[in-house]
C-alpha cells in the first residue's frame, strides 16, 4: 500500500502542475506557516473521514489521481496502522524542482515510532498546489 500510495503521489508531483501557494518568494516562516496549516487540514481531515478537508489544498492533478475512494482507503490504512494523530512538529523543508519539501515529525496514537511526513508544497506556478504528500513509517509496510 505504500508503495502504492507513493506512486500515486508521486503522479502529482511530476505531471506539471499550476500552483502557487506563496505571494511572493517565501521567508522561513511563511513556509513554516502555511505547510503547518495545510498538515494540519491534512491530519485532521485524515482523523474525520473528511476529504475535502483533507484535499483542499492539493493539486489537481494530485487530486485526480487521489479520489475520495482512494482517500477512503489510505484513512482506513493509517488509522488500522498508525492511529490517529497525537501531535507533529515542523522540522525545516528544502527546495527541489521548483517545490519547497516541508518536513514534520508526527506521532500517532498506535505507533511508538516518529512518522516522517514530506509535504510538497509548489513554488513556481500561479495558484495554490500541493503536488506530494508522504507518511514515512516502518508502521505502514507492514
Request: net charge neutral.
Amino acid at each position: 500500500m505504500v508503495r502504492k500510495l507513493s506512486v500515486i503521489l508521486l503522479v502529482g508531483l511530476l505531471c506539471g502542475f499550476q500552483g502557487h501557494l506563496f505571494a511572493e518568494s517565501p521567508d522561513d516562516s511563511s513556509i513554516e506557516s502555511t505547510a503547518s496549516k495545510i498538515l494540519s487540514n491534512v491530519l485532521k481531515g485524515l482523523s474525520e473521514g473528511d476529504y475535502t478537508l483533507y484535499a483542499g489544498n492539493f493539486s489537481g492533478i494530485l487530486k485526480e489521481s487521489l479520489d475520495r475512494e482512494s482517500f477512503l482507503k489510505l484513512q482506513k490504512n493509517i488509522q488500522k496502522s498508525l492511529g490517529k494523530s497525537k501531535g507533529w512538529n515542523y522540522l525545516g523543508y528544502y527546495r527541489q524542482y521548483g517545490n519547497i519539501i516541508a518536513l514534520f515529525k508526527a506521532k500517532f496514537s498506535k505507533d511508538r515510532d516518529d512518522v516522517l511526513i514530506k509535504l510538497v508544497l509548489d513554488d513556481a506556478g500561479t495558484d495554490a498546489g500541493v503536488n506530494g504528500l508522504w507518511f514515512d513509517s516502518p508502521a505502514l509496510e507492514k
